[in-house]
């Protein structure tokens, strides 16, 4: 398996957001951040993956969206990916 393509849509101000980016550099793996208050492209992007739902974080791991800071639902879409720390 290689490694899962992870995007996440966020906001400055959202705690969830920050969680969620820390979760993913404290387990070693890369994502693309794309900030939706800055980028309306990324925006229109996230809207379309969540039916115009506009709560952030958006986490997209290979396709599989997750809505919201949810580690169970993300680990299980890394199918194991995490690295052992």
């Known amino acids: 398996m290689g490694k899962a393509k992870v995007i996440i849509y966020t906001t400055p101000t959202c705690p ?48 599989d969206v997750i809505v919201g800071f949810d580690q169970l639902f993300i680990e299980r879409a890394l199918g194991g990916q995490k690295k052992k720390g």
């Open 16 to 63: 969830y957001c920050n969680r969620a980016k820390e979760f993913f550099e404290d387990s070693g793996i890369e994502f693309i951040n794309r900030d939706v208050t800055k980028d309306g492209g990324a925006l229109a992007e996230m809207r379309k993956l969540t039916d115009d739902d506009i709560r952030v974080p958006v986490i997209s791991v290979d396709g």
